[in-house]
């Protein structure tokens, strides 16, 4: 092992002075080419309220000979406050020296009409800047970097070069894209592409962006924009990698997908290894210890490129796109995206299972259709294998990988290229088998204090995530970030147990488990001098976009895939009952879903959420809908109770115990309903309904049978509703004491209002029964007054559960409030319009008394 970490350390710096060598080789200074075309437009002047660096670009200028290959470069910067010579001073030309030769033509400062020539070749510094050496990644760029000097307020800078040199890998075809905006304003942006009139370049405008200007020469074709004072885009930070609104252009030689296909093959084949070489060796092991069955060879072979060959790539030259052969792959036991890919197939072949590489990008997972055909679509390789009928997507460049090898995780790509059957793009499946289960387990004791046991399970795209977490870090580090994530909240928890890992590899499920102590689980509150036990689901709110306003077009990106089961369980100490109790919401959007449910169990209160997402982003349209559901996410998502120095719940102690308090205010009420009633009762019919002077139906019929069942069902729901809502306990009352919802003065004042309501709204439909039965003229105006009643106490309900309770409720008690509502509007109309109802109730009370002497005397 040490052996082969020195020779790649030689290997190493043999590329890197190879690299200097190249670099030095090709600076260079000479005019402007002649070829440039001459911008016919001025720069627009830049409101600098706009501009944040202390500078902005006059002119940014693009302009590429295709048949020379060269690519010329001019920026003029203007400085307009001392922060812009820092940020603006600074030159840097990426190249890569492989392919590429720089020229430099202009660097001069003009200040107060008077030019200051900065050109001194000998004053760059060649710098390798390895853009994607994070990615492990090697690629050999290099940066000429020059930092000027004497620069005030006011300058305006001037840069231009040129670099000569495309990626022979392409087989001189040429690609290309250029962004005409930024997020910041520009003068003058200039873009022009020289076509050889022998070459055919297709150009696609992207977000409104114009058409090219096209002009031709003797030998060439024009394609130029120019385009005056480019607004600042503004920039979209919950935005998906995917989404730009930048103005954009692009243009390619490829004229298909095929084509794009065919130079991929033809520059990275599948190769036979030669008999009893190491690699073909190990690929005849793996079949025999498969005993020839296909898909536990896929199995050795993908953990074997995915694990046993490290993602690092060397990628000099035309290597940015070639892949090393499979022998030196294997020898060296590193390689990148296409050479993983290219080394799986090639093993596989060897077994006559059909493979090809995928062309794939890990960031345009949506859009792609809208790209024309070209490399550089693409960002990545990946695998596609068929065994059988079935076909199956795997990506190599993944470690750890457990499970069955037909559920492999394959993130979501958008749509791909297929090498051996490119005609057309192909999608791919959205894969959301990822699962995490959290469950928190507060175990209150005497103390005031409480042990925290978590278990928590992810399976799927989750526990391989997990997995590569936890073997790239340390134990003590992870068991120190575990904890100081719950340090945030407990202050005094310290660890109770060792975290334990348990990996099923071939279910891919990973079990941890954690143990805390905290000493102290609550925080005084000043206003009620009581603790308050706060818990916030941080789980889901670290992966919620917070997204304030749902301006602008750019749709809301997700952490995509993810899906989370997570439970709360606070154990009373000593075993102390929770009153029974059970509220729940659920909301399932296009793109997402949350639910929420809190539910007692004996001396356990269960706060359960279920969160996931079903696609990788929120579509513009939707935002509003999205900063609806989620405006009250602390409401949603924090939990607070009172909590007693002995570890118990305030409240949990009063379960089921009645309100003597309570029985008094509600015998009261009914009395005062009563005598309210029997006056009531001897008062003649208002002018509300014209009933009619003598019945026109002797007999309750049509309508009027329906309402009759209605009112007497509505009248067994409101009684039922009453007692089973607990209003006669304690609990209703106190229970604010350990929801921390509402002050205590806003619930007392909810609870009296829906008791006082329900009671009228009962002895109401009790005494319109009653009317009802007598044919009494006082019915049809009763009734209304107390549809009335129900009509606007459920609006007022309503509009409070809705505005000031968001999710807390369910949803079915605002569906409950609502279909009173209809009920209260559509009976009250029948009996307001009604003619039967006119010609039934008809009865004063003097005819109700004649009518019950008449009874008693024939009696």
Same mark, same amino acid.
């Given at each position: ?441 507060? =175990?209150?004791? +005497?103390? !005031?204090? #409480?042990? @925290?046991?978590?278990?928590?399970? *992810? ?6 995530? &997990? ?79 917070? =997204?304030?306003? +749902?301006? !602008?077009? #750019?749709? @809301?990106?997700?952490?995509?895939? *993810? ?6 369980? &606070? ?84 379960? !089921? ?203």
């Amino acid at each position: 092992m040490k052996f082969n970490s020195y020779l790649f350390f030689l290997f190493f710096i043999a590329v890197l002075f190879n690299s200097q060598v190249l670099a030095n080789n090709k600076l260079n200074k000479a005019p402007v080419p002649t070829w440039v075309r001459a911008n016919k437009l001025s720069p627009s002047k830049i409101d600098i309220k706009d501009i944040g660096q202390g500078y902005y670009y006059d002119l940014i200028e693009y302009q590429v000979n295709i048949g020379e290959q060269i690519k010329f470069f001019r920026d003029v910067k203007v400085l307009f406050d001392s922060n812009g010579a820092e940020n603006a001073g600074q030159i840097s030309i990426n190249f890569d020296p492989k392919y590429q030769q720089v020229t430099l033509h202009e660097l001069k400062v003009i200040r107060d009409g008077k030019t200051i020539d900065k050109l001194d070749v000998g004053k760059f510094t060649l710098v390798a800047t390895e853009t994607d050496l994070s990615r492990f990644i090697y690629n050999g760029t290099y940066s000429a970097y020059y930092i000027l000097d004497d620069l005030r307020k006011d300058d305006k800078i001037i840069v231009s070069y040129s670099l000569k040199g495309f990626n022979p890998v392409f087989e001189n075809k040429f690609f290309d894209k250029y962004y005409l905006q930024s997020y910041e304003p520009i003068g003058l942006a200039v873009v022009n592409y020289i076509v050889p009139k022998n070459r055919k370049l297709n150009f696609k405008s992207h977000n409104n962006a114009s058409k090219p200007l096209i002009e031709e020469g003797s030998n060439h074709v024009s394609y130029s924009w120019e385009e005056q004072s480019f607004p600042a885009v503004e920039f979209d930070e919950y935005a998906p990698a995917w989404y730009t609104s930048l103005q954009w252009i692009e243009c390619t030689e490829f004229n298909s997908w095929s084509e794009v296909g065919g130079w991929m093959a033809r520059t990275n084949p599948t190769v036979d290894f030669k008999d009893g070489s190491p690699l073909a060796l190990l690929v005849d092991r793996y079949w025999d210890d498969s005993q020839g069955d296909s898909m536990k060879f896929l199995k050795k072979v993908t953990h074997f490129v995915q694990n046993d060959i490290r993602y690092m790539g060397v990628e000099l030259g035309e290597f940015s796109h070639r892949a090393n052969t499979p022998e030196k792959i294997f020898n060296q036991r590193y390689g990148d995206c296409k050479d993983k890919s290219l080394l799986m197939i090639s093993m596989l072949k060897r077994k006559g299972i059909k493979g090809s590489l995928v062309l794939a990008n890990s960031y345009l997972t949506y859009g792609m259709e809208d790209y024309l055909p070209s490399p550089g679509a693409f960002n990545h390789v990946v695998a596609a294998i068929e065994i059988g009928d079935r076909q199956q997507y795997i990506d190599p460049t993944i470690t750890n990988q457990g499970g069955g090898i037909t559920d492999l995780y394959f993130p979501y790509y958008g749509r791909v290229l297929k090498i051996d059957d490119s005609k057309h793009l192909t999608s791919v499946d959205k894969n959301v088998n990822g699962l995490t289960k959290i469950s928190e387990t507060y =175990l209150l004791d +005497s103390k !005031g204090g #409480a042990i @925290l046991e978590v278990k928590t399970s *992810y399976s799927a795209s989750s526990a391989d995530f &997990i997995r590569t977490s936890f073997k790239e870090s340390a134990k003590n580090q992870i068991q120190k970030s575990y904890l100081d994530y719950y340090k945030k909240m407990y202050p005094k928890i310290s660890i109770k147990e060792s975290l334990k890992f348990e990996d099923e590899f071939d279910k891919n499920i990973i079990h941890v488990t954690e143990r805390y102590y905290i000493e102290k689980i609550g925080e005084k509150d000043e206003a009620s001098n009581k603790n308050i036990f706060g818990i916030y689901a941080s789980q889901i709110n670290n992966n919620l976009p917070e =997204l304030n306003s +749902s301006e !602008g077009l #750019a749709p @809301l990106g997700l952490y995509f895939p *993810y899906c989370l089961e997570y439970d709360i369980r &606070i154990v009373n100490h000593g075993g102390v009952e929770f009153n029974p109790e059970r509220e729940s919401s659920f909301i399932d959007r296009d793109s997402y879903y949350f639910g929420k449910t809190v539910k007692t169990s004996k001396d356990t209160l269960i706060i359960s959420y279920n969160f996931g997402f079903h696609n990788p982003f929120v579509a513009s349209s939707d935002k509003k809908q999205y900063v609806d559901d989620f405006k009250n996410r602390d409401v949603l998502l924090y939990n607070a109770y009172y909590i007693e120095d002995n570890g118990i719940i305030v409240g949990s102690n009063i379960s !089921g115990k009645i309100s003597m308090l309570t029985i008094f205010g509600c015998v009261c009420i009914i009395l005062i309903c009563v005598i309210f009633i029997l006056r009531y009762n001897k008062t003649a019919s208002s002018s509300m309904i014209q009933l009619y002077e003598e019945p026109e139906y002797h007999s309750v019929g049509g309508w009027l049978i329906l309402l009759i069942i209605s009112m007497v069902i509505t009248t067994l729901r409101v009684a039922y509703n009453f007692f089973e809502s607990g209003y006669l306990t304690q609990e209703i009352w106190e229970s604010y004491r350990y929801t921390n919802y509402f002050p205590g003065y806003v619930h007392k004042i909810f609870v009296a209002s829906e008791i006082l309501l329900n009671i009228i709204l009962l002895m109401g439909f009790i005494y319109c029964i009653y009317l009802f039965s007598k044919k009494r003229d006082l019915f049809p105006q009763t009734m209304i007054v107390v549809l009335a009643v129900m009509f606007l106490s459920n609006v007022v309900f309503t509009f409070f559960n809705y505005f000031y309770m968001s999710n807390i409720l369910a949803p079915d008690v605002i569906s409950t409030n609502v279909k009173n509502i209809i009920y209260s509007v559509l009976w009250g109309m029948y009996l307001y319009n009604s003619e039967r109802v006119k010609g039934t109730f008809v009865n004063a009370y003097n005819q109700e008394l004649a009518i019950n002497k008449e009874t008693a005397l024939s009696e």
